[in-house]
């Protein structure tokens, strides 16, 4: 495993397991600047949203890396006031439009929101029939969720983009997934730097030699989820990728399953008003 090891979405595109989040990363020079030293360090996965207002800022660091688009993999997601199937087309439109790119790898609904969902949905197989998008899932999903989505479903999600780290694991999500050929990803995977406050993680830290953080992030990887730490600062996109050169044993593998305490940093799927 290395930070360029990819896993293979249900319709075979490759999507790489490790990437930078740029949630509330500022648009212009931050979000850049956040891209571009990824990229140098070796990421090829970078996950933006259009909520989050830093598509161009995305879409200009690719541009500029030296790299080909072919090269990186570019996750966004459609923002829930665009819901519903006419209006989805004009949110993509926008959003590659904003990253200035012919298509996005993967393409996300934000947030579950019932029978919008499902319009969305429709329209977003119609999009990936025409090529622009290459893989298509969402974001927030528990299993019900899922369960009501599949019925108008001609493609399944390929991706569920959703809270994830050592306090929230939801193994049940996991185990759903994984039997619907549903890669998960993380999001909070360090829990907002909380991990580093845990006693069982400082443990491990100084056992392999690496921070809490690092420790988290390998454990992740070593679960086959994929895994989007977020910053802005280039010491800890850095030390965010520093996690290629160890492996956590099996015992303290279960040693961090065993954190497990249903705590969330974000807002619950079942109860969220935006």
């Known amino acids: 495993m290395d930070i ?32 571009l030293t990824a990229l140098e360090a070796g990421y090829r996965h970078i996950d933006t949203a259009a909520v989050y207002g830093n598509e161009r800022g995305v879409g200009r660091a690719v541009r500029s890396s030296g790299l080909s688009r072919g090269e990186i993999f570019i996750t966004s997601k459609i923002w829930n006031s665009d819901q519903g199937y006419e209006t989805t087309f004009d949110a993509f439109n926008e959003s590659i439009e904003r990253l200035d790119t012919d298509y996005i790898d993967l393409y996300l609904i934000h947030w579950p929101k019932g029978p919008l969902s499902a319009e969305t949905w429709k329209a977003l197989e119609e999009i990936y029939a025409s090529g622009r998008i290459k893989a298509i899932g969402v974001s927030n999903f528990l299993i019900h969720h899922l369960e009501e989505l599949f019925p108008v479903c001609r493609i399944r ?7 994830f780290h050592p306090y929230l694991q939801q193994p049940d999500l996991q185990a759903f997934c994984r039997a619907e050929g549903i890669v998960l990803e993380a999001w909070s995977p360090i829990m907002r730097g909380q991990v580093n406050e ?71 799927p079942d109860n969220f008003n935006f």
């Open 157 to 163: 999600p390929m991706v569920n983009q959703v809270e």
């Open 198 to 268: 845990d006693p069982v993680l400082q443990a491990l830290a100084a056992k392999y030699g690496k921070s809490p953080v690092q420790v988290t992030l390998r454990w992740e990887l070593q679960k086959g989820v994929v895994t989007i730490p977020k910053s802005v600062h280039a010491a800890r996109i850095l030390s965010n990728a520093d996690v290629f050169d160890f492996e956590i044993s099996l015992e303290d593998m279960a040693r961090i399953d065993r954190l497990d305490r249903h705590f969330r940093t974000g807002a619950d």
């Open 4 to 35: 360029q090891t990819t896993v293979k979405l249900s319709n075979g595109y490759e999507m790489p397991l490790f990437g930078l989040g740029v949630f509330r990363s500022k648009e212009g020079h931050e979000v850049e600047s956040a891209v």
